[in-house]
């Protein structure tokens, strides 16, 4: 937080903010989602080189925060509070598989 009471974002924050809307597809026709929301994001990172991990790096709900966030401010939703349903995964990529994201929005039935 500031002096000023609003929230700090580093210029790395909003760099993959910037990569994330770059990668986005379309909105929804029937954006901005209203309802309550079921959402799933599936995080399929880069495998790092002679690492003795066997799950990537870096924590998942700091990973999540930066896709809700830009589908926030990008209005594919109202506002994250209408989520009442988050399901979140990491994982290092398949043999030929690229990085990506996932990320599927359903309304909460």
């Known amino acids: 937080m500031t002096k000023w009471g609003s929230a700090y974002m580093p210029a790395s924050y909003k760099k993959y903010q910037a990569e994330i809307v770059q990668k986005l597809g379309p909105k929804p026709p029937d954006a901005p989602l209203e309802g309550e929301l079921s959402v799933v994001i599936e995080f399929v990172c880069k495998p790092i080189a002679k690492s003795k991990f066997t799950t990537p790096m870096g924590d998942l709900d700091n990973l999540a925060k930066g896709v809700m ?21 990491k994982r290092f990529p398949e043999p030929g598989e690229a990085p990506h994201i996932n990320v599927a929005i359903s309304p909460n039935d």
């Open 69 to 89: 966030d830009t589908l926030t401010d990008e209005g594919w939703w109202l506002d994250d509070r209408q989520i009442v349903s988050l399901h979140l995964t």
